[in-house]
């Protein structure tokens, strides 16, 4: 078992910037692929970015690519997403999830997930 928990949302302005960070317990880190996904308040959870087990390769969704950088650190199992150039379109609770060592960007390929954490982007 694998527990996730997530850290570093809050309320920022346009423009403004946000670090994300997931802390997994449990197992190590360095064997999962591991992703970080939304939900808006009526809409499905999407994905946002993920990063394959090994750290060499990372997807970005088109809605943020080029202004959020996924991260992950084995050594200190966790995994980072720095988030810039923040619009009010990226007003969601931010998830942290974790599968096999296979990278995918569907949810629901995940088998675990963390609480979540609020990101709140005014205009």
């Known amino acids: 078992q694998v527990q996730l928990v997530e850290s570093g949302g809050g309320l920022v302005q346009a423009g403004g910037s946000l670090r994300l960070s997931c802390a997994a317990s449990g197992r190590a880190l360095s064997r999962y692929t591991m992703g970080w996904f939304r939900q808006a308040p009526g809409k499905e959870r999407e994905f946002v970015a993920v990063?394959?087990?090994?750290?060499?390769?990372?997807l970005y969704a088109d809605s943020v690519k080029g202004r959020f950088i996924i991260s992950r650190d084995n050594a200190k199992n966790t995994v980072d997403l720095q988030m810039n150039s923040l619009t009010p379109e990226d007003t969601a609770i931010y998830y942290c999830a974790a599968r096999g060592l296979v990278l995918t960007t569907n949810p629901q390929e995940y088998n675990y997930w963390g609480q979540g954490t609020q990101v709140t982007v005014s205009s």
């Open positions: 990063v394959h087990w090994s750290g060499s390769r990372t």
